[in-house]
């Protein structure tokens, strides 16, 4: 990277307080490596105020998930993802945290080596799942078995967060649920065709964006994707801040629906045990049908009030959502891949 090429990194306030001494040494490193203004965001507004004065300096997030989120939503709004490029330093922001999406995207969760891929030379292009609301997915989406339901704020005695922190405040404080003896009634609509309905429960749906869908998020026991294509680029920064080598693949621009059918039913509204189904090793767990995978740009589910997760974010509940897949939609720096 250029000497020439400085930085906005972008702290957030939570990782500071939740894990100063990782925080520590991305900034070491960041601040070694080229010129840097260090931002630690106490509000939305702070942190658009930000980014729209961050001229020509390379946006390095040092966060967790929700940090992410943040800022990704930010340049959205403004019209901005596509041509910004991120580097992302995973930084835990609650006890717990495993750095789920780092992890799908396959960065360092080492701070140190993190924010040298930050300052590297290499970016992709990745899809996301933007939903009717605004809000976006940068991994996947699930509903159903293992999603979390939202605990009340006031009832737990939470603090008032900042609002640039709700996002993550609303994942960070919620609690398991399980699936329910009769499934989960929802109708699922893929592209326009009614791929699953009320009358038959379902287990689980799981959305997934190309090339970013490894973590936990992804449906238990679920086969491997199979590869794809995404968009791939390496840049060579010179003194105005151009890429002035490039080269191309193009994304996919659809996502991986899976579709887990609840078990039919058997005496007393109980799961019965069905030849092919998968049983999870817990006997009193619910059982899974087969499952149905297919392809889609938009995706629609809609029934009684639930909740889902985006990127382990639990949201809801909802009686209707609809994600659209957005090709090569925002830029990461990736690790530099290995020669051959």
């Not at 699922?188 to 964006?209: I, M, Q, T």
Request: charged residues 25%; aromatic residues 2%.
């Amino acid at each position: 990277m250029s000497a020439e090429r400085a930085l906005l990194v972008i702290t957030d306030p939570a990782a500071r307080s939740a894990d100063g001494e990782s925080v520590r040494v991305a900034l070491d490193v960041l601040r070694a490596a080229a010129p840097a203004k260090i931002v630690v965001p106490g509000d939305s507004a702070e942190l658009e105020r930000a980014l729209a004065r961050r001229g020509r300096r390379r946006v390095v997030v040092v966060a967790g998930d929700g940090g992410v989120h943040s800022v990704v939503r930010v340049l959205d709004r403004c019209g901005e993802l596509a041509e910004t490029p991120l580097g992302v330093v995973p930084v835990d922001t609650h006890p717990g945290s495993d750095h789920g999406l780092a992890r799908a995207l396959g960065l360092p969760a080492e701070p140190a080596k993190a924010a040298r891929v930050a300052l590297g030379d290499h970016d992709r292009a990745l899809d996301l799942l933007l939903d009717d609301l605004g809000g976006v997915a940068l991994r996947s989406v699930r509903i159903g078995n293992g999603v979390r339901a939202i605990r009340n704020a006031s009832a737990a005695g939470l603090a008032v967060r900042k609002p640039w922190r709700s996002i993550w405040d609303r994942a960070a404080h919620t609690v398991s649920s399980a699936v329910g003896p009769a499934g989960h009634r929802l109708r699922v609509e893929a592209d326009g065709r009614v791929v699953a309905d009320v009358d038959r429960p379902l287990f689980s749906v799981h959305v997934g964006c190309d090339d970013c869908d490894t973590g936990p998020g992804r449906v238990a026991a679920a086969p491997e994707l199979p590869s794809v294509a995404v968009q791939e680029r390496s840049v060579n920064i010179d003194g105005t801040g151009r890429p002035s080598a490039t080269r191309t693949e193009p994304a996919t621009g659809t996502a991986n629906v899976m579709i887990t059918p609840f078990a039919a039913g058997g005496r007393f509204g109980l799961p019965a045990q069905t030849r092919g189904t998968a049983r999870p090793a817990d006997d009193t767990a619910p059982a899974r049908g087969p499952m149905l995978e297919l392809r889609a740009r938009e995706i629609t589910v809609c029934g009684p009030d639930f909740t889902y997760e985006a990127d382990a974010m639990a949201t809801g509940p909802v009686r209707l959502r609809t994600w659209t897949v957005r090709p090569a939609a925002w830029r990461l720096y990736v690790p530099q891949p290995a020669p051959g």
